[in-house]
T-cell receptor, first 117, second 110 residues
Framework: NAGVTQTPKFQVLKTGQSMTLQCAQD?????MSWYRQDPGMGLRLIHYSVGAGITDQGEVPNGYNVSRSTTEDFPLRLLSAAPSQTSVYFC????????????????FGEGSWLTVV | KNEVEQSPQNLTAQEGEFITINCSYSVGISALHWLQQHPGGGIVSLFM???GKKKHGRLIATINIQEKHSSLHITASHPRDSAVYIC????????????FGKGTKLSVKP
């Protein structure tokens, strides 16, 4: 049971380049999400998914795209990287999102440090 | 806008001290999470609360729904407890989306 696997761990991009951050979970979780963490700020939601084929925007979606073709995978695409997207990105998953359950622990990936120059 | 406020922002303690970290939120929630972020960046879930109190080892988390306040306590603190502790709340009807506090950086000195 690997939990949430996030790759790459570190990446440097040039402005205008595109890339995909990969996220996979092996716990059959319905809910998956992407956050960015910036200095002095709490984690902010970029996009989320409540199941295969269903995605929605979070607080800071501009410049990012997601898809959820399978339950396991939830990649985050940067369409045209900008210096403002320099951040640490976290993928997370949980069994379900909208209700309180004693088993509804959130699992995070190890983080991806992205620098856009 | 729904807000999550944590205090203190930074906390330095001596090994063995009792630690309290506070979290306040602005509107009714369906759940509150306490998370620990290690110096290397990884985030792990410590507790999820919707009412009352939970205990795991030296960690205790409480929540007061009426006062919209939660506390995380660490008894007999140890240098390995040094980390950033993050409070996150799930508001009703949010499909599970979380609002995060900015975190409390704890440093425990030997």
């Amino acid at each position: 049971n690997a939990g949430v696997t996030q790759t790459p761990k570190f990446q440097v991009l040039k402005t205008g380049q595109s890339m995909t951050l990969q996220c996979a979970q092996d716990m059959n979780h319905e809910y998956m999400s992407w956050y960015r963490q910036d200095p002095g700020m709490g984690l902010r939601l970029i996009h989320y998914s409540v199941g295969a084929g269903i995605t929605d925007q979070g607080e800071v979606p501009n410049g990012y795209n997601v898809s959820r073709s399978t339950t396991e995978d939830f990649p985050l695409r940067l369409l045209s990287a900008a210096p403002s997207q320099t951040s640490v990105y976290f993928c997370a998953s949980s069994l379900a999102g909208g209700f309180t359950s004693s088993g509804n622990t959130i699992y995070f990936g190890e983080g991806s440090w992205l620098t856009v120059v | 806008k729904n807000e999550v406020e944590q205090s203190p922002q930074n906390l330095t303690a001596q090994e063995g001290e009792f630690i309290t970290i506070n979290c306040s939120y602005s509107v009714g929630i369906s759940a509150l999470h306490w998370l620990q972020q290690h110096p290397g960046g990884g985030i792990v879930s410590l507790f999820m609360l919707s009412s009352g109190k939970k205990k795991h080892g030296r960690l205790i988390a409480t929540i007061n729904i009426q006062e919209k306040h939660s506390s995380l306590h660490i008894t007999a603190s140890h240098p390995r407890d040094s980390a950033v502790y993050i409070c996150a709340v799930r508001y009703g009807g949010s499909q599970g989306n979380l609002i995060f506090g900015k975190g409390t950086k704890l440093s425990v000195k030997p």
